[in-house]
């Protein structure tokens, strides 16, 4: 596996259901980042991981926790979500942790359904 | 606040045909800028990025942008389209002790036979 992956491509659950967002980066970068990406909407940070601690937190709601166990992963762990938070939910990874200058390598994304 | 302005949702071209995507961004402050390509189901790729020095920046699969600080401009632009350029095309500025990258809402291409 190259760059950055994402599993699962595909989510769809109930409001009440707990699931959780996988993202693995190959590419030995220190800084990773989850993103929401809604139509017509510009993409959303939610939160960053420097060297796996979190640096930046976008007044997410607490119904989403993020997990950085180490520098090559970073989980989405999901509860009791809305139908709004239907979206494309994508993970990326910057080489030095320096956020807003750094370029950001991308996965796939998941594209989460809420029922 | 900060902000990038993208102001075409979207645009259609015929293949072989120029291409100029517009952004303009609000904060004055020396800018990141960054263009970004996402095709269907894919993740965003980078096109081209502008810290510093020429103000005309080359980047991947032909395409280049410009920085024009007088306009808070950094447009977008390819000579000659090809069918598989159709995309969305998201432009980002960020700026030195920050995290957060702002991103434009996209412009999707479209690309006419």
Redesign the interface.
């Known amino acids: 596996e190259t760059g950055v992956t994402q599993t699962p491509r595909h989510l769809v659950m109930g409001m009440t259901n707990k699931k959780s967002l996988k993202c693995e980066q190959h590419l030995g970068h220190n800084a990773m980042y989850w993103y929401k990406q809604s139509a017509k909407k510009p993409l959303e940070l939610m939160f960053v991981y420097s060297l796996e601690e979190r640096v930046e937190n976008n007044s997410v709601p607490s119904r989403f926790s993020p997990e950085c166990p180490n520098s090559s992963h970073l989980f989405l762990h999901l509860h009791t979500l809305q139908p709004e938070d239907s979206a494309l939910y994508l993970c990326a990874s910057s080489q030095q942790g320096q956020g807003a200058t750094d370029t950001q390598y991308f996965g796939p994304g998941t594209r989460l359904t809420v029922l | 606040a900060q902000s ?1 302005t993208q102001p075409d ?1 979207h645009i259609t071209v015929s293949e072989g045909a120029s291409l100029e995507l517009r952004c303009n961004y609000s904060y004055g402050a020396t800018p ?1 800028l ?1 263009w ?1 390509v996402q095709s269907p ?6 096109l081209l ?1 502008y ?1 510093s020095g020429d103000t005309l920046v080359q980047g991947i699969k032909g395409f280049e942008a410009e920085f024009k600080r007088s306009q808070s401009s950094f447009n977008l632009r390819k000579p000659s389209v090809h069918w598989s350029d159709a995309a969305e095309y ?1 432009c980002a500025v ?13 412009t999707r291409l479209f690309v006419k036979a």
């Open positions: 990038v949702i990141y960054f970004y189901g894919q993740g965003l790729q980078l990025k810290f998201f960020g700026y030195t002790g920050g995290f957060k990258t702002i991103f434009g809402a996209g």
